[in-house]
């Protein structure tokens, strides 16, 4: 069996770290060392061997310690993995089984067989598909090859320097692009180890950080914002780098969690069909919310007009599958819909293209209203979206979070005093805490189908 890239890495760490361990639990039991990593991927790799190359597998493990072995096996068997959060199922699993066709579903450690055409990989055969959103209400699938994915994961360890001897905490969904790149494939090409932890509440958070050797954190801004409403907690164990993805980080919560525990949070900007873009490498405090500093290692950008950017490199996967998008995503090249304000060589995300809001006629995009509110003191995060008006074709909302609660007068008034009349949202809402999914995103699209379910209107 011809070695490939991670299977080269993973048998020199391998040699190096043997019976070592490889993977916690929450309380620093080992649930893997390196060398049962290794027998796990044999015994994968006898279980998956009846499929024939190409293959699809559809993989649900939620935080497992089973992830890298069942990599290294498909690799191993040139078999397509399709890593899916274990929050999806019904009629969204559905319609990811519709798009990629899989040949098999692994849910623990059962293999079950699925009746699916097999895929026509007439482009290169990918060795893994992301899953993301689509326009059509179906989702889409991303193809990487192993080269892309490797060359994503060298940016990462080199941008953000983590070390072979770093322990990474594993907060996040492994099955995400976020929670794979930056947990999964850091231990097969340079022996980063990882603590599986499952536990979403922050003080058992802090508590499992607390007592684990992990010493980076990578997480969203939701949990760092709940890290730092911990009143009688200053510090995080050994934690050494903390990374913040999967939603623009708040420039008060990055305020805040260093007043806590004495920790910068280094921003990091993402998408699934590229791994990693942009990185602060300072963990710069005096940042605005949303800012992702400079260009990853190995990433190359071009600025493009309308504040759009272009993405270039190695790391930028094949293309969207069934369905091409070649004026999004070709291979070695990205556009995403991501709007970007420079601050020299630094930048800051302040929304998306689609993101506009057509009130009356007149667009407004959400970001500057948000921006305008959080000058309120107390402000931790806003959040606006448009939902349909029968007059004005759509009117605005906002979510605001904030310590101390702010009457809903006091940002009215505010607004009132720096927007234009038809820029003043036509509700405030107070909230305790943003709707966020597992993956640390907002999506404004979702917020507004509540916003009008809880209002019985539609």
């Not at 649900?60 to 078999?79: H, Y």
């Not at 097969?188 to 499992?208: E, N």
Request: aromatic share 8%; charged share 20%.
């Amino acid at each position: 069996m011809q070695p490939h890239l991670f299977g080269a890495t993973w048998a020199n760490i391998l040699q190096r770290h043997d019976r070592q361990a490889a993977i916690y639990g929450n309380n620093r039991e080992v649930l893997r060392t390196f060398a049962d990593i290794e027998s796990e991927r044999l015994a994968w790799r006898d279980k998956l061997s009846s499929f024939p190359k190409g293959s699809t597998v559809l993989i649900q493990l939620a935080e497992d310690a089973g992830w890298p072995a069942i990599f290294l096996a498909t690799l191993d068997l040139s078999l397509v993995m399709v890593p899916l959060e274990t929050e999806v199922t019904g009629q969204q699993l559905d319609n990811v089984i519709k798009v990629t066709r899989p040949h098999a579903a692994i849910h623990s450690n059962a293999v079950s067989h699925l009746h699916s055409d097999p895929a026509d990989w007439t482009a290169s055969q990918p060795v893994l598909l992301k899953i993301t959103s689509g326009t059509t209400g179906l989702p889409r699938a991303i193809r990487f090859r192993e080269s892309q994915l490797f060359s994503d994961c060298r940016n990462i360890c080199s941008s953000m320097g983590l070390l072979a001897e770093d322990v990474n905490f594993g907060a996040i969904p492994f099955a995400h692009s976020y929670g794979f790149s930056n947990l999964v494939t850091p231990m097969l090409y340079q022996g980063t180890r990882f603590v599986c932890s499952r536990d979403r509440l922050p003080r058992a958070i802090h508590r499992h950080i607390e007592h684990s050797p992990a010493t980076v954190l990578p997480a969203t801004p939701a949990i760092f914002q709940a890290l730092s409403s911990l009143s009688d907690c200053d510090r995080l164990g050994a934690i050494r780098i903390c990374i913040s993805a999967g939603a623009p980080l708040p420039a008060e919560t990055v305020q805040q969690f260093y007043r806590r525990y004495n920790l910068r949070i280094h921003s990091f900007y993402g998408s699934s069909e590229c791994g990693g873009i942009m990185f602060d490498r300072e963990g710069r405090l005096d940042a605005p919310s949303g800012f992702v500093g400079t260009p990853m290692d190995g990433v190359q950008i071009t600025r493009l007009a309308n504040d759009r950017i272009e993405i270039t490199g190695t790391n930028v996967g094949d293309g969207y599958f069934p369905d091409q998008d070649p004026e999004t995503l070709q291979t070695g090249r990205f556009t995403p819909g991501d709007l970007v304000r420079w601050m020299g060589e630094s930048a800051q995300l302040y929304g998306r293209a689609s993101d506009f809001i057509n009130i009356a006629g007149k667009k407004i995009h959400p970001s500057l209203v948000e921006e305008h509110i959080r000058k309120v003191p107390g402000v931790i995060e806003v959040v606006a979206f448009g939902v349909p008006s029968p007059n004005r074709n759509e009117d605005l909302v906002v979510l605001v979070l904030s310590n101390p609660p702010i009457a809903r007068q006091t940002l009215e008034a505010h607004c009132r005093a720096g927007l234009a009349d038809w820029q003043v949202p036509r509700d405030f809402e107070i909230v305790t805490e943003l709707p966020v999914n597992a993956r640390g995103k907002i999506k404004r699209s979702e917020l507004a189908a509540e916003y009008m379910a809880k209002r019985g209107r539609s």
